[in-house]
């Protein structure tokens, strides 16, 4: 007589067999970072370790960490107002570029007779360095540049333009030399951005009856957003980092953040003081691209 079956409790259970063809899971994540540990170790080295030497250097000093360095910073009489300057270059100058870049962008769209012409000469600046643009402006706006040949060859008085007492034009000298060098970098990641675009869309909005602006507004800048975002912080990061070209036109006359960077380490030998003005630009960068982000992010959700 054969013996009763176990209770299904008592059997045995078999362990599910494994895929074939499928790694265990633990040497699939062993293999991954493997494979990311060169990028890993080559980001630590070019970004990690100058980024924590800096933020040591800045709080350094003969008897250990300290904030002597910052206190020294802001009482420099130069500090406040290359503060001042910088955020008045940048509030003034990026609407600035970004509506030049965007016109610029949709002629190229447009198509018109010669627009790759037009495209490759508005991306020459992308080639000229900062200190290479400040020495062509320079020679338009020094006393004896060509624009006070040009006001001397109708009669007009020349203007010192750059004179250190006479600082709306040497703004817009700096202004101008800033907006001239930088807009091409907006231009080419928009016309990027517009490349992506179909449009199938701008041309169903004509069909209803939206006209230039209205399409425009409502079905090109929401589609160009990622474009325009990336652009905004990037162009913000580097305008704080603007430098050569206010330094080639006013020298000292005109301070930004980043020059006086430049002048504590160089001129004043203080490399404790250098690394703190760098540690604030590098601040205030990174909680600038964070709130554009959480901005641009917010007002994107609001529209849904």
């Known amino acids: ?48 370790w100058p980024m924590v030497s800096g933020i040591l250097q800045a709080f350094g000093g003969p008897e250990g960490l300290t904030t002597a360095n910052f206190t020294r910073m802001a009482q420099d009489p130069y500090f406040w107002s290359s503060v001042g300057n910088t955020l008045l270059l940048i ?20 198509k018109p ?33 060509y624009l006070n040949s040009v006001l001397a060859s109708v009669g007009l008085e020349p203007v010192s333009w750059l004179a250190y007492d006479n600082y709306a034009s040497m703004f817009m000298a700096v202004l101008i030399a800033e907006v001239w060098r930088a807009t091409s970098l907006v ?25 230039f602006w209205d399409r425009l507004w409502h079905v090109t800048l929401p589609l160009l957003r990622p474009s325009l975002q990336t652009a905004l912080i990037l162009r913000t990061i580097l305008a704080f980092q603007t ?25 004043l030998q203080d490399a404790n003081v250098a690394s703190a003005l760098a540690l604030v630009v590098m601040a205030v960068s ?8 959480k901005l641009l992010k917010d007002q994107s959700e609001a529209q849904r």
Do not use: C
């Open 113 to 145: 007779r010669g627009s790759s012409v037009y495209f490759y000469i508005w991306a020459i600046p992308l080639a000229v360095s900062d200190l290479a643009a400040g020495l062509v402006w320079l020679t338009v706006f020094t006393d004896r540049g």
């Open 243 to 267: 430098f050569a070209v206010a330094l080639a036109l006013t020298g000292q006359n005109f301070p930004l953040v980043v020059g006086e960077t430049y002048r504590w380490y160089t001129g």
């Open 1 to 48: 007589m054969a013996a009763p079956d176990a209770p299904a409790a008592a059997r045995p259970r078999s362990r599910p067999a494994r895929p074939r063809g499928r790694p265990p899971r633990r040497s699939g994540t062993s293999a991954a970072m493997l494979l990311i540990a060169p990028s890993i170790v080559f980001m630590t080295l070019l970004f990690g």
């Open 286 to 293: 990174m909680v600038t691209a964070v709130g554009y982000l």
């Open 91 to 110: 509030v003034v100058m990026i609407p600035i570029q970004f509506v030049l870049a965007l016109a610029m962008a949709l002629l190229i769209r447009a």
């Open 187 to 211: 231009f080419v990641i928009v016309v990027a951005g517009l490349q992506s675009i179909p449009k199938d869309y701008e041309e169903a909005a004509g069909v209803f009856g939206a006209g």
